[in-house]
């Protein structure tokens, strides 16, 4: 099995910074994309960021140009560095791997979550 540990999270003004981390460990896998979601209270998940194998990124528009999302292949690790944060990004961030097993079948898993919090 392969299990995700996320950190990062917190309080932060309006206008201010965040970078959440996502590191995988466990059984040797294949990383093929991991995507950021963020769940705000009343509200469905939603997907944020997303980085496939190649390294092409994809962005919720809300997003576009104030958050990145970048891996490092070494730690088995993905970012997510969020800038100019908004009250409306406040949510429990999860992140999510999708990736290929030992036994060549495809899996996904998600991390446990954590907390992001802007105040106006």
């Known amino acids: 099995q392969v299990q995700l540990v996320e950190s990062g999270g917190g309080l932060v003004q309006a206008g201010g910074s965040l970078r959440l981390s996502c590191a995988a460990s466990g059984d040797s896998f294949r990383f093929n994309a991991m995507g950021w979601y963020r769940q705000a209270p009343g509200k469905q998940r939603e997907l944020v960021a997303r980085i496939n194998n190649e390294g092409v990124t994809t962005y919720a528009d809300s997003v576009k140009g104030r958050f990145t999302v970048s891996r490092d292949g070494a730690k088995n690790a993905v970012y997510l560095q969020m800038n100019s944060l908004e009250p409306e990004d406040t949510g429990v961030y999860y992140c999510?791997?999708?990736?290929?097993?030992?036994?060549?079948?495809?899996?996904?898993?998600w991390g446990q979550g954590t907390q992001v919090t802007v105040s106006a």
């Open positions: 999510n791997l999708e990736y290929t097993n030992f036994r060549f079948f495809p899996r996904a898993v």
